[in-house]
């Protein structure tokens, strides 16, 4: 390591010291001033360069250059730039094992790390091994000099990342969790210094001077959740790198503080504020840095894809990952959201004293006769009391909630039905149809049963329209219905139900006379039932009540896919509630209700010209052919 001002003089006795005669030189294409310095020094000893260096080192320019190198029989690299030709150079030394001599002109820290990111098919992929590490780094402040402002902000914001990583890391130490505290109040001292004044060499050498101490913690220790998410943004979707980790990192500090409150307190510590995660949104604000991931050109409707590719294969992280959280971490990313300041612990003795009142309130069923009672009582109050302390639940808070109860209770009645809405719309409903039905790959699934069942339809034989003439495409259904063992069930009573064309069941339409779309039918000697219906469109929830409230409060709409209800029991047999979704359909992947399920996805297959029964139809018509198969009792 050599570091200074001025430093470039030493390159050509590094490189004769490692045995180099005949260099490669890389260099970026913002550097050419530093790169003609460094060629100044090397003189005759530079062989070949190459200046193609791209972001995310993809492996295409690797193989362009390593060309250059084999046709030239260069025997030492020295690369003059930021990450990617540092990620170059390593790519080269990782295929030759050829020496390397790095001269950093950002904070990327890259240059004291055996680690190497490719992008290979639009994947990145990380690559550790002892070749990739430089033998040398000269660290010349002169050479970040030039460096504009806002890639000083976003180069030294990438360099607060690893340290930030680095102190909850599972492997760190001491050590290394020193070289991060001393990186990130340099970076915290250093960048509101050079927004004053982008000259001040002082801060530019303390900047330099973090960006080794914090790639040193990177090439340390293993790095987390706000890594993941970079390189994930960074291979799959293009996003530009140092650009990325500064939008990124305070709401991935955010997302972890929960699960690394030391790590935050010494970090807010050393950068000297309150919350760790807001303080470093607001160093990047106060320093003109990028705060919005859609700055950054990223798509809306991809940041579902990211979440999903970085939680796809687990590492350690100080708090659990789950697509939905980071789901919500990146749209809070993507919209450049402050990150809310975490709520301060309830002071140690007020601690005391709700658990003493949890415990005693949940005491008070102890001697209730039904144990199942007891049971279900003590675990609901003990999740209340913790919901209401860990998130510091507030009167008025507590207040919107009962209101919002009340609500939902007045609006119920005969045709209406608020809690199942709710239960169905918090995915509540499709938890207790998981746990309570019958999950055997030989039998359909369930989905759940909707606020729209009436109890004792009308029954219609084989053959009838239970649309009775209502709009919408006409739909032949022809259903059958076998135990798990593929044998017909004859006599199954199968309810079906469904909504009109324009998404209403008939309970909704206080005008319509009698039921309509809805029917009881019987299966057959082969266990068969067949009859003409109206193909099912996608309709909202009904959304004028409170949990339509909450659903838009919270951006989500209140579609469901299209389905038909059905509801099958037979003696001997379990029953079972489903509905079949029409393959093609609206909001399959965003249903309101969470009720879809890949096998219950099926044909509704389009058909013209005659028809089974010999109906006459004008134009087109649909037909749903479908086996249910149906758990025996004992099952
Ligand atoms: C339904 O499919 O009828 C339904 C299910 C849950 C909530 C609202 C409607
Ligand atoms: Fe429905």
Request: net charge negative.
């Amino acid at each position: 390591m050599i570091f200074g001002v001025g430093t470039v003089d030493q390159v050509r006795a590094e490189v004769e010291r490692l045995g180099g005669s005949r260099v490669l030189l890389l260099f970026g294409p913002q550097v050419s001033a530093a790169a003609a310095r460094v060629r100044e020094v090397l003189g005759e000893l530079v062989t070949a360069e190459f200046d193609g260096a791209a972001m995310h080192t993809p492996v295409t320019v690797t193989e362009e250059a390593l060309q250059l190198l084999r046709t030239t029989s260069a025997d030492c690299l020295v690369a003059v730039g930021g990450g990617s030709t540092t990620g170059l150079s390593k790519a080269l030394a990782l295929r030759t094992d050829l020496p390397q001599v790095v001269l950093p002109t950002t904070y990327a820290g890259s240059e004291v790390t055996s680690v190497l990111g490719e992008t290979a098919n639009g994947r990145k992929v990380t690559r550790s091994s002892p070749a990739i590490l430089p033998e040398t780094v000269v660290y010349d402040v002169d050479f970040t000099r030039s460096l504009p402002l806002g890639m000083s902000v976003t180069s030294g914001i990438n360099a607060l990342a690893h340290a930030v990583e680095a102190l909850y890391s599972a492997e760190s130490d001491p050590v290394v969790d020193g070289l991060a505290l001393d990186a990130i109040s340099r970076i915290a001292r250093a960048l509101p210094a050079l927004a004053a004044d982008p000259s001040d060499l002082d801060a530019r050498s303390d900047l330099l001077h973090a960006a080794w101490l914090a790639g040193t913690c990177l090439g340390s220790v293993g790095m987390g959740l706000h890594h993941k998410i970079c390189h994930t943004l960074g291979g799959s979707f293009g996003l530009p790198h140092a650009e990325t980790h500064t939008v990124v990192l305070p709401h991935a500090m955010a997302y972890n503080a929960s699960g690394a409150p030391d790590a935050m307190r010494r970090i807010a510590e050393a950068l000297g504020v309150d919350d760790a995660a807001a303080g470093v949104f607001d160093l990047i604000t106060s320093v003109h840095g990028p705060t919005a991931l859609r700055e950054l050109g990223m798509a809306e409707s991809d940041l579902a894809e990211g979440a999903r590719l970085a939680v796809a294969t687990p590492y350690p992280n100080p708090r659990d990952l789950t697509v939905e959280g980071i789901h919500g971490l990146l749209r809070d990313a993507w919209h450049g959201r402050r990150p809310q300041a975490a709520a301060p612990a309830p002071h140690r003795a007020l601690d005391t004293r709700l658990s003493d009142l949890a415990e005693q309130v949940v005491a008070s069923f102890a001697d209730a006769p039904d144990p199942r009672v007891r049971h279900l009582m003590q675990g609901l109050v003990r999740h209340l009391h913790d919901f209401a302390v860990t998130n510091d639940l507030t009167e008025s808070e507590w207040q919107y909630a009962i209101d919002f109860l009340t609500e939902a209770g007045a609006l119920c009645g005969p045709t209406r039905q608020e809690f199942v809405l709710l239960s169905d719309t918090l995915g509540v409903s499709s938890v207790v149809d998981v746990l309570t039905n019958s999950r055997t790959p030989a039998t359909t699934p369930s989905a759940v049963l909707g606020p729209f069942y009436t109890e004792g339809p009308p029954e219609r034989p084989h053959g009838s329209d239970i649309s009775d003439g209502q709009a919408g495409t006409p739909l032949w259904a022809d259903v059958r219905v076998t135990d798990t063992a593929g044998a017909p069930v004859p006599d199954a009573v199968v309810d079906v139900w469904q909504s009109n064309a324009e998404g209403f069941y008939d309970v909704q339409l206080p005008d319509l006379e009698g039921p309509v779309l809805r029917a009881r039918l019987r299966t057959d000697e082969e266990g068969r039932l067949f009859f003409w219906s109206t193909l099912p469109v996608p309709y909202p929830i009904p959304s004028d009540g409170p949990v339509g409230r909450m659903l838009a409060a919270v951006g989500r709409h209140p579609y469901r896919a299209p389905h038909l209800h059905f509801m099958i029991a037979a003696p001997g047999h379990q029953r079972l509630v489903t509905q079949l979704f029409v393959a093609g359909g609206d909001h399959l992947d965003s249903d309101s209700v969470f009720g879809v399920k890949d096998a219950l996805v099926v044909d509704y297959t389009p058909q013209h010209g005659p028809t089974p029964d010999g109906r006459t139809v004008d134009g087109g018509w649909r037909r749903l052919d479908y086996t249910f198969r149906i758990a025996p009792l004992a099952d």
